[in-house]
């Protein structure tokens, strides 16, 4: 059975410290690997896919990185406006599987 | 611009009722899906479809029923609302089964009092 484990659950931040998320997973055959920002009252979003241990993906102040056992999720410098849930969710076949998310909050 | 709607946004209903969330997208999607978020659990798979005719039970499927009888739609259907399924629902659609992500809805409240 595919599992996802998301660290911390809840992060709280300056404005302008750098942090790193952490999803852990265990899954048969990774198709991919997912991260999603979901903000109160809205679905999902997606932000990234990571398909292979070593790929890293970059949007504005976020980076996703990858390896056999977990995915980080790096925020540096981070801005009120980055304060969301952060999902992740592994793929394999062709379902997928979520962690129950990261609350970031981000003090101005 | 193509999207995926969720109808309603709120729903209150009792015990007992048969209620039916809609999901509609038009990004001319082969799968959807529906999901349920509660607090301490995350996202759960409730059914999914991989195309007109096809549907398929997810982890918490019990008490739901969904049904495709085309592209566009997968409605989502409790048959007898039960104060356990208060929770809120989420639809979802993806081009394609391997290593895409999905374009979730805005999600259904649903209260069952």
């Known amino acids: 059975e595919d599992q996802v484990t998301q660290s911390p659950e809840a992060l709280r931040l300056q404005e302008g410290e750098s942090s790193s998320l952490n999803c852990s997973y265990t899954?048969?055959?990774?198709?991919?690997l997912f991260w999603y920002r979901q903000d109160p009252g809205k679905g999902p979003e997606f932000l990234f896919t990571l398909y292979s241990a070593g790929e890293e993906k970059e949007k504005e102040r976020l980076k996703a990185t990858l390896t056999k056992k977990e995915s980080f999720l790096h925020i540096t410098a981070p801005k009120p406006e980055d304060s969301a849930t952060y999902l992740c969710?592994?793929?394999?076949?062709?379902?997928?599987?979520f962690g129950k998310g990261i609350t970031l909050s981000v003090r101005p | 611009d193509a999207e995926i709607t969720q109808s309603p946004r709120h729903k209150i209903t009792e015990t007992g009722r048969q209620v039916t969330l809609a999901c509609h997208q038009t990004?001319?999607?082969?799968?959807m899906f529906w999901y349920r978020q509660d607090l301490g659990h995350g996202l759960r798979l409730i059914h999914y479809?991989?195309?007109?005719?096809?549907?398929n039970k997810g982890e918490v499927s019990d008490g739901y029923s969904v049904s495709r009888s085309n592209t566009e739609d997968l409605p989502l259907t409790l048959e007898s609302a039960a104060s356990s399924q208060t929770s809120v629902y989420f639809c979802a659609s993806s081009e394609s089964i391997n290593g895409f992500g999905y374009t979730f809805g805005s999600g259904t409240r649903l209260t069952v009092v």
């Open positions: 990004w001319n999607h082969n799968n």
């Open positions: 969710a592994v793929q394999d076949n062709s379902k997928l599987t």
């Open positions: 899954v048969s055959g990774l198709r991919g």
């Open positions: 479809s991989y195309g007109v005719q096809d549907t």
